[in-house]
Structures are given as structure tokens and as C-alpha cells.
């Protein structure tokens, strides 16, 4: 810094100044008289001599005056020029002449590269330093923040003349860039845009998601879910090829709208166990200039299947007897049963499906998957308080399914007063505690939920669904549901019966912690089999299970399992992460250090402490991650306790952020120039930009002010002064 000039001034208003000179008139007045009333006495002149030096000096002062010096920079100012590195500047939409006087489309960048040189700021060496900044910074980052790098601009250097800001305006991270242009505007510095790209989309066919569930079942249908997004101008049909790392492939005809998004499903049946990777290829279309993202690749795990399912009842009936079976020659069901049968002094059946007691303690009971709770309550030594309450730990903490199904002795109703009632997604009608019945059969109908939903899917496509719902048997008895409870969903309700709540609902499901509920209605779904066999009985059944178990078995290993939810995550989201912990000896870890290590596929990772619930948590421990990245996530679960340790991944869908072929956002960057008072120039533009670059005034001299009217030494010779005008006064006899 170098020193200029220094000066005195005042920053007071024109009317202070006027008042100020009246008060020192009259105060020279009247000392003149009380100098005059003395005798012209020496002390009383200099007496009064003081005081009006005090009036003089308290007017100045009251007129805020400062010495003020002012100090030029010996560096020359900095022009930065801040060039837009991200993915989106890779869409080649900016028309360009060439020799032949053809068009020739090139990339945002490659249109903007010749400014990035620093030859096309030789005009300026003399008065400017130019830098030329790219960003983002970090190779590794999906998104454009426009905000930070405007603020990390403005922080690199003291002393900015302007920015000129070279993007296409593709702000998708970060706060709000408006931010950054206040500050930039407090400061007189102008931000000078040049927008490149086209304010429209190029035409283009882009496979947005693939929703691969993380783990299929050997020989079982797995669903892939698929979007495509297209901004042609009319709609064409494609045959979507998905290829397994094994080699098989599977092609399905799908008719892809214009100008809007597609959704749709392939059915994949692996025949292995391993780890698979699937590709989903859409064909390159003859108009679609972008044929980059027509491929998405997504893993999974294929395993063997062994659920192991818990059926409780009282007494045999016949939906008891079909849902044994069921469940029992399913190949990838393990099932426990126990009957608590009425009259027979022990509970417990004549074959190895069934066991003799309820499970003793979480330890064993913690085991089961899905529990299905029958015609059974608190009465007749059926269940305890204390079995209850671990029936609702297994679902709360462990992930695991617990279906209702209620009969015609109504033993449902004592669960109400226990820990069970929570979990129950409807309310019961205490008034007529063994439901309804009749002797002509009465149907369901399912809701918009139902319709939607993986459980009531009997058939494949959502006309043979609705076909086979409606031509189902029919039920003879039904439980006294007065309404489902709130956060509950309806999927099938009463086709004629109906309350002031409004039909009455008998397929219900709830969400009740990390697990899930199911409440049946009826118990008549025996009669699916009826001309069929089992071909919609078992089905409904199979689905039941599995969608019950799927979350509880994501990650397992000998002592830990592992599961978040939402269990198909999209990027943006936060999951929910639950761990269970046992000890060496079975039981469940009340308390320990529990810790998560995420890796991304970036490289970047995140180590977090999971939770504990406490001792009545069942092992459970929790905690929460936001998803910033799409793709194939790393996962390593340890417990310090135990030395256990889980290995697993997780995929994340959705496309990234910075994304090949969208319009590019020049409204963004003109705002951006309007707030700071710059300007907007298109590439073409060079000379105009040179001059109004020419044109900006150098940033102001530093200024150093001392503020004399409020500065200590001032207030303390104030203070002196007015101290010997007083004893001045007293000791000349006036006081």
C-alpha cells in the first residue's frame, strides 16, 4: 500500500451547522456581558475565555469530525474468469460456422475454450492481473454450485475488478448463486455472464433409472423396473434388451411416449445362486443425437432361499389347514407351527412342523421372519402378557412380519389391552366380538392401493389382476373391523358392507417400526384353491412372506444383519439404517459401539456410530445417511464388542445431476449480471465484453479514518476542560 492523501472532514447535515453557529453566538454574547458585569476582571475573561472554547470545541465535535487518509494499492487488480468444468458442458449445441459455411455443433466447452487462454487476455497485462478458474475444483463432484465457487472467487483475492462467468447456467447444487451476487454487489464488483448452450433439449432417448431390488431368490420372478425419458417429438416403439453377466438376455417390447417419461417392467428368473450385474440397453433411435445414456447397469444378489415362518392358532380350522400346507411344501419356507388346541391338556401337533412351546426368550423367537398370529389371545393360556410384548420387540427391532388373522371365536379382542395393539393397523368393534357371517358369499374389491400393491398381485398384468380378484370364491365370514387406524394402508375392502367410515376394510397394511403388519379379514381365502388348486392361494401366500422378509434379509452374517429403508433408494434421499447385534452366546447386544463405514462409489466414504435402543431394543441399533451419489455404495458394519464384522452393498438409482443433452439455464447467469450490475454478452461478443471490461474503474483506495469526535483522548480533554471551567468559577467567587 502506498500513501496518497490525507484530509479533514465532517460528516454532519446543514442544519446541525446553523444550529451549532447560533449556540456559539450566544454563548460569545452573554460571556461578553458576564465579562462586562465583573469590571473586566482578568480571571473572569479568561473564565470566560474558557467556556467558550469548550461551546467552540462541543459544536465541532457535534459535527462528527475525522481525519481521513487515504492509502493506493502499488498491485494491480485481479479479473477472474470462472469457467464451467461440469459434466453438462459436455452437450455438443453450440452452432459454429465452418469454411465450407456449413453448421457444425460443437461442445458448451469446446465453445468456450478459447477463452480459458490467457493470450485472449493480453490487452489487459499491463493494468490487471487475469486468472482463469475452473470449476468444480474436485474432479469427483456431481452437481454445478454456482454459489461456492462465486464465493471462493471473491475470497482468493482482495483486491477483484469484475468476474467474467462462463457457464451454461446448469445450477443443480449448493445454495442459491443469488447469495454470492448480493455480496458481490455490496462490494461494486460486477459479475460479466457470456450464457452458452441451447435453451432447448436435444433430442435424445435416456434410460433415467433401472430399480433393481438388492437381492432375488434362485428360480423365483424378479421385477426390474425401468424409466425412460424422451424428448423426441413423437413416440416410437423399442425392443429394451436386459443382459445378465451370465449372458442370457431378455428383450421386451415397449412403446416409449414423446416428449415425456416411460415406466415399465422385465420379469427375470435367475437359475444360480452369485453375484449378477444387469444391463439394460434401450436401441439407439436415427434422430437422438446423445446414444451415451441408453445403458444403465445395475448388481444383485441371487441366494438360495430359507425363511423361516411361525403359524400360532387354537383350533385347525380350514384356513389354518391350507396355510400349513402352503407354506410347508413351499421349497423356500422353513415353517414352525403351534396350536393352542381347545380341550387338549398340551399344545404342539404330530410332526416335525410343529413345536411344543412358545419360543423362550428373543433369542429364539428372534429366529422367525414372519409370525402368523391366528384365532388366539390372552384367554385359555394362549398367550402371555410377556409373550406379547417380545411378539411386538421381534417386529419393532428386528425387521420381522407379523400377520393378523382373526376367526370366528373373536380371541382377537383380548389383544387389544396388550402390547400387540399398536402393531393392529385397524380397530376392532368390541360390541360384536365373532364378526359376521352369511350364508351367501361376499367378495372383495380391491382399492387403488390394492391395485398398486406387490401383495394382491395374483396376476401379471393389472387387467388379469383385476379379473382374477373379481372372480376369486367368495368369503362367508368376516371380522368386526370398524375403520383402519391412521398411517395404515387399505388394500382390499368390503365389496357391499359399509359403515359411516365408509367400506369396511379387511386387507390391511401398517408399517410398525423396521417391520411390517398385515391384517386378513376373513378367513376364507381356503376357497382361492376352488377350480384353480394353488395357483392364487399359495401365490398370495408366497408374496406375503417374502415382502414381509425382504428388508430383514438384505445382509445377514453369522452374528449381525444388516437392512435400511427405503430398501430401493433414489439419490437425494435419506435411508434409514438398522443393524441387529448379537453376542457370542445368542443374545441380543443391549449396548456397544456399533459403527458404519459407507463408501461411495466417488472413493468418498463416511464412518458413522450407530445407535443403541437400549436394553429392551433386541440388539437394534440405528442411524441415518444421506444419499449424494447414485451407483454401487460400499457398506462394512463392525461391532467392537463382538469383533463381528458384515460386508455388503447397497444401490443407490436415479440419474446424476449433471446430466448430457438438457437446456442449458441462461435466465441464471443474466440475473446473476443484473444484481451486480454487470452485464450479459453471447460468445460472439468478444469486442464488446474487451471494452466493458476496459471500462470498469479500478476498486476504490483504502481509506484509514479517525474518528476525533468520539475518540478517548478527545472525551478526556472534555472532561478536563469542563473540570477547571468548574473550579475555575469557584475559585473566583461566582459559585
Not at 313 to 328: G, V
Not at 604 to 631: A, C, H, I, N
Amino acid at each position: 500500500m502506498i500513501f496518497s492523501k490525507q484530509s479533514f472532514t465532517f460528516s454532519t447535515e446543514p442544519w446541525l451547522v446553523g444550529i451549532s453557529i447560533v449556540v456559539c453566538a450566544v454563548t460569545f454574547g452573554l460571556s461578553y456581558f458576564a465579562w462586562l458585569r465583573s469590571g473586566y476582571l482578568k480571571s473572569v475573561f479568561w473564565l470566560e475565555l474558557l467556556r467558550c472554547g469548550i461551546v467552540v470545541v462541543g459544536a465541532v465535535l457535534l459535527n462528527q469530525p475525522e481525519w481521513v487518509q487515504e492509502f493506493k494499492s502499488d498491485e494491480k487488480p485481479t479479473l477472474i474468469v470462472l469457467s464451467d468444468g461440469s459434466q453438462s458442458m459436455q452437450t455438443k449445441d453450440v452452432l459454429t460456422k465452418i469454411a465450407s459455411g456449413q453448421t457444425e455443433a460443437q461442445s458448451r466447452a469446446t465453445a468456450i475454450s478459447p477463452l480459458l487462454n490467457q493470450d485472449a487476455w493480453s490487452s489487459f497485462a499491463s493494468r490487471m492481473d487475469v486468472r482463469v478458474n475452473a470449476f468444480p475444483t474436485d474432479s469427483k463432484s456431481d452437481g454445478t454450485d454456482l454459489n461456492t465457487a462465486l464465493n471462493q472467487a471473491l475470497e482468493s483475492t482482495q483486491r477483484i475488478l469484475g468476474v467474467v462467468l462462463l457457464s451454461d447456467g446448469d445450477w443443480n447444487a449448493g445454495q442459491s448463486p443469488m447469495n454470492a451476487a448480493m455480496r458481490y454487489r455490496s462490494q461494486g464488483i460486477p459479475i460479466l455472464s457470456i450464457p452458452v448452450g441451447a435453451v432447448t433439449r436435444l433430442p435424445d432417448i435416456e434410460l433415467l433409472s433401472v430399480d433393481t431390488p438388492t437381492f432375488g431368490i434362485t428360480n423365483k420372478a424378479v421385477r426390474i423396473p425401468f424409466s425412460i425419458e424422451s424428448s423426441l417429438p413423437r413416440e416410437h416403439v423399442a425392443n429394451v434388451v436386459v443382459t445378465g453377466s451370465d449372458g442370457e438376455r431378455i428383450t421386451k417390447e415397449v412403446r416409449i411416449t414423446a416428449m415425456s417419461r416411460t415406466s415399465d417392467a422385465v420379469l427375470w428368473t435367475p437359475k444360480t445362486e452369485g453375484d449378477f450385474t444387469l444391463t439394460v440397453e434401450i436401441p439407439s433411435h436415427p434422430d437422438e443425437v446423445i446414444a451415451s445414456n441408453n445403458t444403465m447397469s445395475t448388481p444383485i444378489a441371487i441366494r438360495q432361499e430359507k425363511l423361516k415362518v411361525l403359524v400360532i392358532d387354537s383350533y385347525p380350522r380350514w384356513e389354518y389347514r391350507y396355510l400349513r400346507n402352503a407354506l410347508s411344501r413351499d421349497p423356500g419356507i422353513d415353517v414352525a407351527c403351534l396350536l393352542f388346541h381347545p380341550g387338549l391338556g398340551k399344545v404342539g401337533g404330530g410332526n416335525k412342523d410343529y413345536i411344543k412351546e412358545f419360543p423362550n426368550g428373543m433369542d429364539e423367537l428372534s429366529k422367525y421372519d414372519v409370525v402368523f398370529l391366528g384365532d388366539v389371545g390372552l384367554d385359555q393360556g394362549h398367550l402371555s402378557e410377556e409373550q406379547c410384548k417380545l411378539l411386538r420387540g421381534l417386529v419393532e427391532f428386528q425387521a420381522s412380519g407379523l400377520v393378523f388373522m382373526p376367526g370366528w371365536q373373536g380371541r382377537e379382542h383380548s389383544l387389544v389391552d396388550t402390547a400387540l395393539e399398536p402393531l393392529m393397523p385397524i380397530t376392532l368393534d368390541p360390541a360384536q366380538p365373532f364378526g359376521f357371517g352369511s350364508k351367501t358369499p361376499m367378495r372383495f374389491e380391491l382399492t387403488e392401493a390394492g391395485r398398486r400393491s406387490l401383495l394382491t398381485k395374483l396376476a401379471d398384468t393389472p387387467d388379469e389382476n383385476l379379473d382374477a380378484w373379481n372372480t376369486l370364491p367368495g368369503f362367508q365370514w368376516y371380522a368386526p373391523v370398524i375403520r383402519a387406524k391412521a398411517g395404515s394402508e387399505v388394500l382390499s375392502v368390503h365389496q357391499d358392507m359399509s359403515n359411516e367410515f365408509g367400506r369396511i376394510p379387511l386387507l390391511v397394511t401398517k408399517t410398525f417400526g423396521a417391520g411390517k403388519v398385515l391384517f386378513m379379514g376373513t378367513d376364507g381365502a381356503w376357497r382361492w384353491r376352488r377350480g384353480v388348486e394353488d395357483k392364487y392361494h399359495y401365490r398370495f401366500w408366497g408374496q406375503v412372506v417374502r415382502w414381509m422378509a425382504y428388508q430383514r434379509n438384505m445382509a445377514e452374517g453369522e452374528s449381525m444383519r444388516f437392512y435400511f429403508s427405503p430398501d430401493q433408494p433414489m439419490l437425494g434421499q435419506t435411508l434409514a439404517l438398522r443393524a441387529n447385534v448379537m453376542e457370542t452366546n445368542g443374545e441380543p447386544l443391549a449396548t456397544g459401539d456399533v459403527t458404519v463405514r459407507i463408501e461411495a462409489p466417488s472413493g468418498k466414504f463416511q464412518v458413522m456410530r450407530l445407535t443403541s435402543g437400549g436394553v429392551d431394543s433386541w440388539g437394534s441399533f440405528e442411524g441415518r445417511y444421506d444419499v449424494t451419489e447414485p451407483g454401487s455404495h460400499s457398506v462394512v458394519l463392525t461391532c467392537k464388542q463382538t469383533g463381528a464384522i458384515l460386508e455388503t452393498t447397497f444401490f443407490v438409482q436415479g440419474a446424476t445431476r449433471e446430466r448430457i443433452g438438457l437446456a442449458a439455464r441462461p435466465k441464471v447467469l443474466e440475473e446473476l449480471s443484473k444484481v451486480t450490475h454487470g452485464k450479459v454478452f453471447s460468445l460472439n461478443d468478444r469486442e464488446k465484453l474487451l471494452t466493458a471490461i476496459g471500462n470498469i474503474p479500478d476498486p476504490p483506495s483504502t481509506l484509514r479514518r479517525f474518528q476525533l469526535w468520539a475518540h478517548p483522548l478527545t472525551i478526556a480533554l472534555m472532561i478536563a476542560a469542563l473540570a477547571t471551567f468548574w473550579i475555575g468559577r469557584k475559585w473566583v467567587g461566582l459559585i
